[in-house]
């Protein structure tokens, strides 16, 4: 089964999350894209977004930002807000409590940012918790999953879902990673002349 949109009972299991920007009524779609940065993926989606005048957040991993800093530092300067996604992406779900949090602490340390995504959408109740009040971190789930990292997936489909989605403050997942490199560089530019046809414009979290 896939969601691309989240079920809305999953909002009550971590409160205070951000999930979308709908209420601000302001026809703007986030993008955010995950599981970088990516030495091929990354200056690709950078040039596409600057194109667009569309600044994005990126929610990182620790150890590729390691391996490609100048990629980070690119990012910055080009508008784009840089967040946190752990430092090696455990599974919230199959990880012990205080591997995960030391996990997702060490992503903060590198990223300098306390918004965080937890790889997969996948984080115990506990862990929230504790990365909330003791850290004073804070979650951004998303309203569209975009399954880009899915190639099994027909590609149409998966455009249609998306677009018949998306709506005013709407929060998408994309990744710039190897795995969905592919379909995001023949989907994407096709998303992004179709919402800035519709009259969308595009912010990062950080616009707000």
Known sequence: MRYFKNPKWLRFLYPDAIW???????????????????????????????????PS????????????????????????????????????????????????????????????????GKIKTTQYKTLRKKHGFKAVFWSVLTYDFD?????EHRLNMVRKLTHPGAVLVFHDSKKAFPQLKQELPLLLEEWTSQGYSFKSIENL
């Not at 026809?27 to 600057?50: N, R």
């Not at 190639?151 to 590609?155: E, K």
């Open 151 to 155: 190639a099994s997936l027909n590609s």
């Open 20 to 54: 979308d920007f709908s209420f601000l009524q302001e026809k703007v779609i986030y993008l955010t894209f995950d599981d970088g940065p990516d030495a091929e993926t990354t200056p690709w989606l950078l040039d596409l977004l600057k194109q667009y005048k569309a």
């Open 57 to 120: 957040t990126f929610f990182c991993l620790g150890k590729n930002i390691e391996a490609e800093p100048e990629l980070i530092e690119r990012s910055k300067a080009e508008g784009h807000l840089i967040c946190n996604h752990s430092y090696s992406h455990p599974n919230g779900l199959k990880t012990p409590h205080d591997d995960y949090v030391n996990n997702m602490l060490k992503g903060a340390e590198i990223t300098g940012s306390k918004l965080y995504r937890p790889p997969y």
